[in-house]
Nanobody
Framework: QVQLVESGGGSVQAGGSLRLACAAS????????MGWFRQAPGKEREVVAI???????SYADSVKGRFTISQDNAKNTLYLEMDSLKPEDTAMYYC??????????????????RGQGTQVSVSS
């Protein structure tokens, strides 16, 4: 089993920054593929960033150049640095994990595990 606990959400003005953190525990083999996805009311779920077991990262076009995903393996923590935030970034953000190897870890991965979410609100 994998447990994921997000933190760092909040309210910020457009152009601001936030850093989300996800404390992970449980089997490392079940967390080879890590990512962040978001969901806003009335909108489809969107995977915004992934990091595979080799450390390769991928981003949705909507956040490319503004968001950065990273991992601190010593702390078992996944981060999402969000800069130049826009009102359309407002959503519940979830940390996610899956056991798939790097070749199957991509923005379309259907993650087995997710956290409880943290709200990000960006005002104009």
């Amino acid at each position: 089993q994998v447990q994921l606990v997000e933190s760092g959400g909040g309210s910020v003005q457009a152009g601001g920054s936030l850093r989300l953190a996800c404390a992970a525990s449980g089997s490392r083999d079940s967390r080879r593929c890590m990512g962040w996805f978001r969901q806003a009311p009335g909108k489809e779920r969107e995977v915004v960033a992934i990091s595979d077991s080799r450390g390769t990262t991928s981003y949705a076009d909507s956040v490319k150049g503004r968001f950065t995903i990273s991992q601190d393996n010593a702390k078992n923590t996944l981060y999402l640095e969000m800069d130049s935030l826009k009102p359309e970034d407002t959503a519940m953000y979830y940390c996610a994990a899956d056991p798939v190897e790097w070749m199957f870890c991509y923005l379309g991965t259907n993650f087995d595990y997710r956290g409880q979410g943290t709200q990000v609100s960006v005002s104009s």
